[in-house]
């Protein structure tokens, strides 16, 4: 199954002689058939030129009230050494992950890239809260901790 070999020259000469003389016009994108949808989208999915005042305002909301959170959590006023009261502190960090995420996930769609940073480090903090406390008891720091109270 041996095919000559293609002059690409020659092929990229011919698609140039196409373009100059195919009117600017035509190459326009327009509608496609009728009924059909168009060439291009309405909305652009990524562009924040579309969104709406209201859109962006909710987005910083949930990204502002992960990163309160975030910073509330290094204020844990209770022992969370061992426990229900380990559990209750591991729920907390997990809810600080889950507030990171639902701000990075409408700050994605809305193209909100400071918010979307922002939203990130949440969840990268969140996750920090964990691992400190989640580290020592299967083996991986120096000083190990149990799960439960002796």
Avoid at 57 to 62: P, V
């Amino acid at each position: 199954m041996s095919e000559l070999p293609r002059d690409w020259d020659k092929e990229l000469a011919n698609i140039d002689r196409l373009a100059a003389k195919t009117p600017p016009q035509a190459l326009k994108p327009g509608p496609s058939a009728p009924g059909g949808p168009s060439a291009l989208p309405a909305k652009r999915a990524g562009s924040s030129a579309g969104i709406t005042r209201k859109e962006k305002l909710s987005t910083w909301l949930r990204v502002v009230l992960g990163a309160g959170l975030a910073a509330a959590m290094t204020q844990w006023p209770y022992p969370n050494g061992c426990g229900l009261n380990l559990f209750i502190y591991l729920g907390a960090a997990g809810c600080v992950v889950v507030a990171g995420l639902w701000g990075a996930i409408s700050s994605w769609r809305r193209g909100l890239g400071s918010a979307h940073t922002i939203a990130l480090l949440v969840v990268l903090a969140g996750g920090g809260l964990a691992g400190a406390e989640v580290l020592p008891r299967i083996g991986y720091a120096k000083h190990a901790a149990t799960w439960f109270c002796p």
